[in-house]
């Protein structure tokens, strides 16, 4: 693993060629990870789209004003992930925005509807119902969570993730990505990774690029994570994500991150990290996601046969044979995993309460759970 002084000094943009550097990374993929890629077969419940944050790039949230703000019922949230365990999917993705009823009366309105007061505690139910009702692992990617939030969320999520997107103070300067967005300062994303290992969660955090950062930022987000990871052990993935501009948002006619500056980010990441976490990457927001593989990834995140990216919505997922076909020309193999990885079941007392260790081994009787490639500690 690359020392700190080596990264920041490290010229990985104008330094190595970008052939060189893939084949670095892709190097040490292999000897950890093997031939085999992974996915999870996932249906993602966007249960609500208030938000009390105005990133310059969603076009997931909607406004008070908007005739499509809603919650989901608790009756649709069961209804999706039924149908999701019908299509054999193992996951079901709660992804919102934010604490919308701190800003919004029309989110207290209808949270108060439903007989809540607060976002996250219609969450922990809601994850209860998916329990109680299907055979699907929740994993909450709700954003930036305090202590105690995190802790209340634990006993009913199998995982949970956050983008940590970047370290960049920057972006939070009117005219920039997270302008008016309370959630999106690097010290609350940072605590909440934080606290996260505090409490033993298995833990997804990633980078958003693209959104203005610079390449040190992203070096520098890519070592705050490797950080709280050396310390607490519990970031399973990594996930790099290009931003794709929408329409009608502030960032519309702001440039996309191009192939080879995803690949460079993934060879990167890849070698800054800890061989264990997983470097992953959406294959629904790139035309040639074939070319990840070479730049070191092991791993597509959840791919859905019956709901939409409802953050990507233009951006359908591809068949999960076709993402099989283009690891098979590559020499690898694509497996189905479940929303934890292995390494973390491995220590089901740590991570996971008897009752969710024990869904997890159900349905990791049901696929071909890969199972951990190297045992060692976090320095592995
Ligand atoms: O379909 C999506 N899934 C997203 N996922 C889900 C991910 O694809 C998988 O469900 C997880 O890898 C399961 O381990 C996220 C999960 C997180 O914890 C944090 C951020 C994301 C971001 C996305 C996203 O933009 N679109
Ligand atoms: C779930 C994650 O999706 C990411 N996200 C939100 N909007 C976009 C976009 N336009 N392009 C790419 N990723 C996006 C954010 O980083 C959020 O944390
Ligand atoms: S990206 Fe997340 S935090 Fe930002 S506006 Fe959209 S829903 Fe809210």
Redesign the pocket.
Known sequence: MISVSEAISYEFVTGPDLYALCQQAAKIRDAHWGKQLTY?K?V?IPLTNMCRDACGYCTFVQGPDSPYANYMSPAEVFKTAYEGQQLACK?A?F?LGERPEERHQKARELLNNLGYRSTLDYLHDQCENVLLNTSLLP???AGALSFAELKQLKPVAA?????LETVSNDLLKKGQAHYACPDKTPKRRLDTIEQAGKLDIA????LLIGIGESWQDRIHSLLAIRERHLTYGHI??V?I?NFRAKEGTLMAAYQEPDLEDMKRTIAVARLLLPAQISI?A?P?LEQEYGCYINAGIN?F????PLTK????PERAWPQISSVAQACQGLGYSLAE?????DRFYQQQETYLTPDLAHRVALLAGQSAYPKSHQSGGVLA
């Open positions: 999870s996932k993602f996951e993705l992804s994993h909450v990617n995982s949970m993730g956050m983008m833990f997804t955090t990633g399973q993935e996930i994500q992953q959406p629904n791993d995140g959840g791919i859905s990216d409802f953050i990507n995993r479940l929303t934890i990885y």
